[in-house]
């Protein structure tokens, strides 16, 4: 058994570290907080969005973002993960389904540097890799990210873009999800509310280019509610493995506690022991 000092510093370490994993799990929880306000503010105006857009679907074959590329040879896949780790399963579930998504004929754009680098140790090209994500997603990194996004489409490159990303359905529920972004397809958009209390509208200058202006505004929407989705689930991801690092740091203090007492109880015997051997000599 170590003896009392070791074990005592070992206790003064775990306390330190508890007080860290404790400091960054209450961070990360006004993070995830923050995020999620975000996602909720920004829900009525993707509904009216996406409504408008589904009620004037007939007018969309001809954009070229509805476009089928199937004589196109390879599948873009864009993989979101974080920058850091110490997120629990997190970074590790969105890379187990990128590498099940990519094959030969599929081209790989990384965000976030855990998954590129995992990405990279197997083999895989990475084509494209963006580091600078921010903890709180702006609409700025949204626009840019979705701009890029349809260029690449609509070079005619690629048949298909698909994304893997964390999707948040609440704080408690999470998981590692594949969405097709692109093409669009009529029956994929997502239904919103173009209730507008039984009045009909009047289009200027026309239904048609009134929907070609509204869809690049979906794409930057959709990319938005991505990157959303993807900051609240890492922020609660690292919130809850840090949360169990800090009970387990309290559980190890107890058990290293009882080693210290009983180190400490067994040191104090033998001096104890050695005393009294020493007088019974000197007797």
């Not at 975000?38 to 409504?51: A, H, Q, V």
């Not at 669009?184 to 173009?194: C, F, M, S, V």
């Not at 991505?226 to 809850?240: G, I, T, V």
Request: aromatic share 6%; with cysteine.
């Amino acid at each position: 058994m170590p003896n009392a000092r070791v074990i005592k510093n070992r206790i003064k370490t775990v306390k330190n570290t508890g007080k860290i994993t404790k400091t960054m799990a209450m961070v990360s929880t006004a993070k995830a907080t923050k995020v999620i306000g975000g996602i909720r503010s920004s829900r009525p105006y993707s509904e009216r969005l996406f409504g408008f857009v589904k009620a004037l679907s007939q007018s969309c074959e001809e954009h070229p973002l509805f476009v089928d590329h199937a004589e196109a040879e390879k599948t873009l896949l864009v993989v979101i993960t974080a920058n850091r780790g110490l997120c629990g399963g997190y970074n590790a579930n969105l890379i187990r389904l990128a590498m099940e998504q990519a094959s030969e004929d599929t081209e790989v754009w990384m965000y976030g540097k855990k998954g590129a680098s995992a990405v990279r140790f197997s083999g895989i090209a990475v084509e494209k890799t963006y580091f600078e994500l921010k903890d709180i997603p702006v609409f700025e990194e949204a626009i840019e990210l979705s701009d890029l996004l349809v260029d690449a489409y609509t070079s005619g490159l690629y048949r298909q873009i698909k994304v893997v990303s964390s999707e948040f359905v609440s704080a408690g529920q999470q998981f590692a999800a594949v969405k097709s972004l692109l093409p669009l397809k009529q029956e994929e958009i997502h239904d919103g509310t173009d209730d507008l209390s039984g009045v009909e509208p009047i289009y200027h200058p026309d239904k048609k280019s009134i929907l070609w202006d509204l869809i690049p505004k979906m794409m930057r929407v959709n990319v938005y509610k991505l990157l959303l989705d993807a900051a609240a689930s890492e922020h609660l991801a690292r919130q809850m493995a840090m949360s169990s690092a800090s009970d387990n740091a309290k559980d190890m203090v107890k058990s290293l506690t009882l080693s210290y007492n009983r180190a400490r109880q067994a040191q104090i015997t033998t001096e104890i022991s050695e005393i009294a051997g020493g007088a019974e000599a000197l007797n």
